[in-house]
Structure formats: structure tokens, C-alpha cells
């Protein structure tokens, strides 16, 4: 590739803003000014940027949705952040997630050129051809099933998604469609919890006319109607044990018999279920045929719980966020540090699905732009006491928390190990404290 280097300037400064992108002009790179992260996301669309150069707090939305965003839209791109000494605790988590370095404000702009080409000759450029962008999450765990996804994308054999409730089996299911190659043709999923035994069998493989009281009309089961794409069964352990025998023929046979045909139609779909249960241990107890299993567990997936991932939160959070905004019709919402931090303090027992309603609440029922951590479990509040009460009590907590553990740092010369040691706590909860109070180390 020729031609200078696009880079993406975000920044809203009035006066750094233009003042990069002149030194980046002079610099030999191609230099695009965006001053809110809406306009960035449009800029990139457009641009496909080489490298991005982003404040991280932005009048509409944090520098680190959008570059979370970039990332999922456009692939692993080069970027360094911006940032104020108080948000430092965000740049790690996006150097984490990739992007390449940060620098604390005031800007030295030498520094920020130098750094900038240090990113571009490591991730010489984005990878344009498929968005290499995490879908599921930025854990190295939701890497992995990711990975595990695409590989299986590539080949016809069934796959087993286990997890908890609300984990993203479906999601993870319709990713799997998305990157094979019947990502042109149906998806359909059905969840054999919902429906009505009696009716169970003709939802699956579909009825003939008159096949019993009341079939006024032939009617294509959901075997049928995926075609050629990808036919997720969701909570496939509560078919029946009857019905596990004709789902072991379409499998085997890759045929089906509607009720009333006279003859068997082939099955085309590649077949996904998804379960909640422990299908092996269902295996034991004889609900669920062992013949059956082995034919449908040919690629288990197993999709983490959220509190197992705790590196995801913060990512989904955003995304979440910007859908709701944009589903609701509202202006910008952003959520206040101390709500990020937050996150990682909960058990999330129905995972993103929970993640997913507690935003929604907040962005429908927050009155101002920013969401905290009140906004996202108002069960916290204690009871009986008045918001105000209880909030300075908590900067009374939090005060004196952060005065402990300063001086804990001091006295070990910075060692957490050690600093942990003499506060008496383990060394992830003295992390996770300083995280949450925005206490920065080294
Ligand atoms: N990676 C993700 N990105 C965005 N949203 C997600 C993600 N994973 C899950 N969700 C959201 O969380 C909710 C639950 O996801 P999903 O229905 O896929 O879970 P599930 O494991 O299939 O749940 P169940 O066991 O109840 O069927 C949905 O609203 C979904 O959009």
C-alpha cells in the first residue's frame, strides 16, 4: 500500500485538536479531525483510518466506546489514547483490549508522534478483509470460544453450546452463522422449552394438511424453514425422549418426516443446540439418549458465566449502552467511572442478560447524561436511608479506604504484594480497590 497514513485524530480541545493535526501533517501522515465520537465512528466508516490517535473523554461518548467500537467495525487497529491523570485506570483497560499506548495530559506532542509510529510499525495495518475485532468479548476466555467458533464455522459438524442462562448462547450461535458460509441463508432458532408438547413435534418438522384436528393448512417446520442456513434448537434437553429419536434421524439420515407426509424431506441446515443442563449428567439419569449425544456433542462450546469474566464487563457494558441509546431514541448517556468500576462487584447471576436489562433501566429511568453506579443497582442503596445519607457515608468509607492504602503503597515502596500484606487483604482485592477508587500505582 502507498500513499501516507490515514490517522484519526479525536479529540474536542479547540486548540490540540487542530495543533495535531498539523504537527501529524508535517509528520508525513494523512491527519482527519473529529472532535466527538459520533463523528469518529462516521469518519472511520468512510476513512478505514490507519492508526488512531483519541482523548478519552469526548463530549458524547468515552474514547474507550468508541475505540471498542472501531475495533469490532474495523479490526485490531494501531491507537494511542490521550488522558487525564484520573482516568488512567481506562487507559489499561484499553491497552488491554489493544490499543497500543497512552499518554497523560499535557500532551508532549514529540512523545505522542514518537509513540504513534512505535503502534504503526508494530500493527503495520488493520486487517481489512475480515473484521478481526472481538464479537463476544475481550476476555481471553471469550477469545478463545470465539476461535473455537470460527474454526467450527468452517466445517458442517454439529455443535453443543452449554453455559448459564443469559451467557450468549444464542448470540454465540448466531455468530457461528455469520462467519460460515450460509451466512446468506436462514437463521432459526427455536427454544424447545417454550413450546407446547402437543405441538412440539409439527413446530420441528412441520405438518401436512389435515395430518390432525385442526391443521387447516400445510405447515413447514422450523427443519424446513432454515433451508440451507443454521437451525439453533435452544434448551434442547427438554425435548421429549420421542422426540429425541426423530432428531436422531434427521442428525444421522439428514431427513425428516413431516406429520401426515408420505414422504421424508432431507434436512439442509447445519444443526446447533444450545443447553443450560448438563447434558452428559442428563445422559446418566436417562432423560436424554446417550446415541444422541455423542452424535450432536461433536464440537462442544462451553460459553463462560459473566463472573468468570470480569475483563468483558466494562466492553459489553458499552455496547450494551449504545444499543439502548440508540433503540430508546435518546441523546448520549455515559457512565460515570466509579459505575464501570462497579460492575466487577456484582455475581451477575443471569449474566448478560441482567447486564443487558440493568442498563436498559438505568438509560429509561436516569434523569441527567451520566450513569452511576446507583443508576445500575439502586438495591444497593441502603434502606432507610436517604440517597445523601448513604452517599456520604460511602465517600467517608471511600476516604478513609484511600488513605490506607496510599499509605500501605508508601510504606511497601509501591510493592501491592507487600502493600496488600500489610492492609491484611488478598492482592486482587486490593487491585480491584484501587481500581474502583481510581487509585493509580507506579
Ligand atoms: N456478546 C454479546 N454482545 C451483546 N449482547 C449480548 C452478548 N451476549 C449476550 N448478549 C445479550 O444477552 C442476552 C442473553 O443472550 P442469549 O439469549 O444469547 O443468552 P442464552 O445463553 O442463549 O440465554 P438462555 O440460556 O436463557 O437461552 C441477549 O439480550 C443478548 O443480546
Redesign the pocket.
Known sequence: MSGPKVVLVVEDDPVLGPALVQRLRLEGFRPRLAATGAEALREAAALRPDAVVSDIRLPDMSGEAVYLRLVADLGALPAVFMTAFSEVAQAVRLVRAGARDYLTKPVDVDRLVEALGAAMAESPAPQRMEAAGP???ISVA?REVEALIRKAARVDAPIV?S?????????????LHDVSARADEPFVAL?CAAIARDLAESTLFGHERGAFTGAVSRQAGVAERAGAGTLLL??IAELSLDLQAKLLRLVQERRFLPLGAAAERPFAARLVC???ADLAAQVRAGRFREDLFYRLNVIPVE?PPLRHRTE?LPW?AE??LA?AVTRFGLGARHFTPTALASLADHEWPG???E??NRIERAVALTDGDDIGPADLFPERRLEGDSPAGSSRLGAAINDATRDAIAEALQHAGGNRAEAARRLGISRTTLWKRMRELGIVAD
Open positions: 464479537s463476544l468479548g471469550m453450546l453455559g448459564e442462562t443469559g451467557v450468549g448462547k444464542e448470540v454465540a450461535a448466531r455468530f427454544n435452544d434448551e444450545a443447553t443450560h460459553v468483558d459489553l455496547r450494551l444499543e449474566n448478560v442478560r447486564l443487558r
